[in-house]
C-alpha cells in the first residue's frame, strides 16, 4: 500500500480485509483498499482473482457504482484500491432482514441497487453482494 498512508481496517471478509486510507497521489482524498489476507496471497490465483476484480471494476463507469483506483502489489500482497464513499455499509440498512417496508429509504437503497445492477449485467457482468455496492 506504497501509495496510501493512515490505514483503518473497517471491515473483513473470509479472503481479505478492507481498509480506509488516505491517498498519497491524490493529497486530502480518501481511499478504500481492499487486502487479500496473507493464506491467500500466495500464487497465481489468487493475485489472478483480484486482477479480475480489478479489470471488470475498471470497465464499469456508472454513478451508482465504486471507482476502482490502478492496481498496485507489493512483494507480500495483493490489493485493490477503489474509491471510498462516505456513509454507512449498505447492510446496516436492514435490507437483509426483510425490513424494506418499513423505512421509505430503504426503497430509494435498493432502487439504486437495481439500477447498478442492471447495468453491471447489461455489460455482461454478474454481482452478487450486496455489500460491494457501497453508493
Known sequence: MADSCSARRIGHGGMSTIFKALDLQNPGETVVVKVRLPAFSSGVGAWSMFEREEAIGRQLDHPLILKFL??????????????????????????????????????????????????????????????????
Open 70 to 135: 490502478p492496481l498496485a502489489q507489493d512483494k507480500r500482497r495483493s490489493y485493490v484500491v477503489t474509491e471510498h464513499v462516505p456513509g454507512p455499509h449498505p447492510g446496516r440498512f436492514g435490507l437483509a432482514n426483510n425490513d424494506l417496508c418499513r423505512n421509505p429509504r430503504h426503497w430509494s437503497i435498493a432502487s439504486q441497487i437495481c439500477t447498478a445492477l442492471d447495468y453491471i449485467h447489461e455489460h455482461g457482468f454478474v454481482a452478487l453482494r450486496p455489500e460491494s455496492s457501497q453508493r
